[in-house]
């Protein structure tokens, strides 16, 4: 079946600092791959997504490759802002079911401090 | 991009009675809407995914005689939870997905729905 694991947080980090979030997948088809974020009180955003292996997606100064070799997709950030906190969830589409199913990690909370 | 909105923001109610939550995407159609729920500090949980002009798929667990949900058009759906609980109190999520011939496939997520129910 098709699962996200993501790094268990809460993840706290100094301004500046690089940040890594770690997310791996399993799926059964040829999933697109996704990064939301969920900013206090507010719902979803999409950040970035990449839809085939070796892809990179990239929005805001973020980052993540779609690796199908390590069947994983980590998040990163060469320098965090304080704005930068939120909760962050990966998430994949199997699009050989359809491409109508999501499927969320849990989430990790970013706490940046200045 | 896409905007979905959803009304009520926040909605508070007592136990028992019935709650109405809409979802529209604005400047889009979209033929498949999905109803999440989220509980604190947790990831969504998918409750539902809603087609247009037929009855909704529950996920295993999920009350489909509790939580009703129409899609009557193709920018509207509706979840209704019904003679609502304090432990219905959540954090309810809609999404509208985007599946078109250019490949873009993706889910535009609508801003959330508090509940709480005394």
């Known amino acids: 079946g098709n699962s996200v694991t993501q790094m268990e947080g809460p993840v706290t980090l100094s301004e500046e600092a690089f940040l890594t979030i770690n997310c791996t997948y399993t799926?059964?088809?040829?999933?697109?791959l996704f990064w939301y974020v969920q900013y206090p009180g507010e719902g979803l955003q999409l950040l970035l997504k990449?839809?085939?292996?070796?892809d990179k997606g990239s929005n805001k100064g973020f980052e993540a490759t779609y690796r199908k070799e390590t069947t994983s997709f980590h998040l990163e950030k060469g320098s965090v802002q304080v704005s930068d906190s939120a909760v962050y969830f990966c998430?994949?589409?199997?699009?050989?079911?359809?491409?109508?199913?999501?499927?969320f990690g849990t989430g990790t909370s970013l706490t940046v401090i200045p | 991009g896409a905007v979905v909105s959803q009304h009520p923001s926040w909605v508070i109610c007592k136990s028992g009675t019935s709650v109405k939550i809409e979802c529209r995407s604005l400047?889009?159609?979209?033929?498949?809407m999905f109803w999440y729920r989220q509980f604190p500090k947790q990831s969504l949980m998918l409750m539902a995914t809603?087609?247009?002009?037929?009855?909704?798929?529950?996920e295993q667990g999920v009350e489909k005689d509790k939580f009703l949900i129409n899609h009557a058009s193709l920018t509207l759906s509706t979840l209704t939870v019904t003679s609502a609980h304090p432990e219905d109190s959540s954090f309810y999520i809609c999404?509208?997905?985007?599946?078109?011939?250019?490949?873009?496939?993706?889910?535009?997520f609508g801003p959330g729905t508090r509940l709480t129910v005394l």
């Open positions: 999404s509208a997905h985007i599946l078109d011939q250019g490949g873009n496939n993706e889910q535009f």
């Open positions: 799926a059964t088809g040829y999933p697109s």
């Open positions: 990449a839809t085939k292996a070796d």
């Open positions: 998430a994949l589409s199997d699009e050989w079911v359809g491409g109508n199913q999501f499927y």
């Open positions: 400047d889009f159609q979209a033929t498949t």
């Open positions: 809603s087609n247009e002009g037929s009855k909704a798929t529950y």
